[in-house]
């Protein structure tokens, strides 16, 4: 899928060695049946570590019986979130989601076919669900191109790791212009820098 990408990537100082330690970009679309699910997600591991976040997220699964749909989630009591570790606010975040959904305020399913800034639009009218959050859901649910999350501390982190200096927002967006319009498989290699 990110061939052409890669073939881009691979002439740039500094994404080029990370192609070939790492290989190929795992980044593919969600299913959209899947959408609601990778928001659900995307709200539980809000500032969360990696881990923490997948313990959470599995009981949040497991607790709904495996199936994490709008009816289910506003089925669920608050104190049964709480059990499974969420805050009283991420537990409202995702009543709000599972509302809005249920209530096609969002259409949820047609997501993939707006542009990048409709999404994020469309997903920030959500309690909870603010830039950040939409870009990873740009990225990481429907594999679009071109998305830089600037705000994202792993990427900040793996930008001053490569360039052995810090930046500010600003100057971090300005760098990652080299990129475009592939800054989403950059972003994932960035990270890689600081995985391991």
Request: proline share 5%; charged share 35%; net charge positive.
């Amino acid at each position: 899928m990110w061939d052409k990408a890669e073939e881009f990537l691979l002439k740039d100082k500094y994404i080029s060695p990370l192609i070939k330690k790492h290989g190929p970009c795992k980044i593919k679309p969600s299913r959209r049946k899947d959408y609601f699910l990778d928001l659900v997600d995307a709200i539980v591991s809000q500032q969360l570590s990696g881990k923490a976040a997948a313990t959470i997220f599995n009981r949040v699964k497991l607790g709904l019986g495996g199936k994490v749909i709008p009816e289910k989630v506003l089925k669920t009591s608050d104190s049964k979130f709480r059990g499974w570790g969420l805050s009283r606010q991420k537990t409202s975040y995702l009543k709000d989601l599972a509302q809005k959904v249920k209530g096609e305020d969002i259409k949820i399913k047609k997501l993939d076919k707006l542009p990048d800034e409709e999404v994020v639009k469309e997903l920030v009218a959500i309690k909870g669900i603010g830039r950040w959050t939409a870009e990873m859901f740009l990225m990481f649910t429907l594999a679009r191109p071109d998305v830089f999350p600037v705000d994202d501390l792993g990427i900040k982190k793996g930008i001053e790791k490569i360039l052995k200096k810090p930046l500010n927002s600003l100057k971090m967006a300005k760098f990652a212009e080299r990129w475009k319009p592939y800054r989403t498989p950059a972003s994932w290699y960035v990270w890689k820098v600081i995985d391991n």
